[in-house]
T-cell receptor, first 113, second 115 residues
Framework: NAGVTQTPKFRILKIGQSMTLQCAQDMNHNYMYWYRQDPGMGLKLIYYSVGAGITDKGEVPNGYNVSRSTTEDFPLRLELAAPSQTSVYFCASTDFLVPYGYTFGSGTRLTVV | EDQVTQSPEALRLQEGESSSLNCSYTVSGLRGLFWYRQDPGKGPEFLFT???AGEEKEKERLKATLTKKESFLHITAPKPEDSATYLC????????????????FGKGTLLTVNP
């Protein structure tokens, strides 16, 4: 049971570069989320999806884009990376049919220099 | 707007010294309150879900309780392996649709247990 898989685990980007953070889950969950976690700031919601083809903005969506073409995958796109996007990014999924809230991936640590 | 405040920000205990972590919340209606444990360099790991005031859940040395305004995570006779950041999150009832399915997180409490 893989759960939620995030790739890559680490990445260094130069200012202005673009990249896609990958997230895949094998639990057939409808709901998927992207959070960023900065020291002392907690988890902030970037984007979320309630099913294939449906996405919506969270608290901090600027500078990011998402798509959800399948139930399994929910990639996060960073366009024109900025130092303010240096963070740890977590993908999560759930179906809320069992009382455990989210299942999280192991995170992607991104540094923009 | 849903809000979650955790205190203290950091807590240092000696092995065997029991204590409690606090999670205060403000939501229009509570669907569930969640506790997670996060180890350095890893994603949060589920501990408990609480749904209504008066509810309690236990797991090993941890016990979570819930009132109408706050939740406590009690740690009894902690061990060094309990050292981690503990996160609290709430799910609000909200309106119908996707907004029901987001969790709002507190900033966490960093617990250190010294041997």
């Amino acid at each position: 049971n893989a759960g939620v898989t995030q790739t890559p685990k680490f990445r260094i980007l130069k200012i202005g570069q673009s990249m896609t953070l990958q997230c895949a889950q094998d639990m057939n969950h409808n709901y998927m989320y992207w959070y960023r976690q900065d020291p002392g700031m907690g988890l902030k919601l970037i984007y979320y999806s309630v099913g294939a083809g449906i996405t919506d903005k969270g608290e901090v969506p600027n500078g990011y884009n998402v798509s959800r073409s399948t139930t399994e995958d929910f990639p996060l796109r960073l366009e024109l990376a900025a130092p303010s996007q240096t963070s740890v990014y977590f993908c999560a999924s759930t179906d809320f049919l069992v009382p455990y809230g989210y299942t999280f991936g192991s995170g992607t640590r991104l540094t923009v220099v | 707007e849903d809000q979650v405040t955790q205190s203290p920000e950091a807590l240092r205990l000696q092995e065997g010294e029991s204590s409690s972590l606090n999670c205060s919340y403000t939501v229009s209606g509570l669907r569930g309150l969640f506790w997670y444990r996060q180890d350095p360099g890893k994603g949060p790991e589920f501990l408990f879900t609480l749904y209504s005031a008066g509810e309690e859940k236990e797991k090993e040395r941890l016990k979570a309780t819930l009132t109408k305004k706050e939740s406590f995570l009690h740690i009894t006779a902690p061990k060094p392996e309990d050292s981690a950041t503990y996160l609290c999150a709430v799910q609000a009832t909200g309106d119908s649709g996707g907004s029901n399915y987001k969790l709002t997180f507190g900033k966490g409490t960093l617990l250190t247990v010294n041997p």
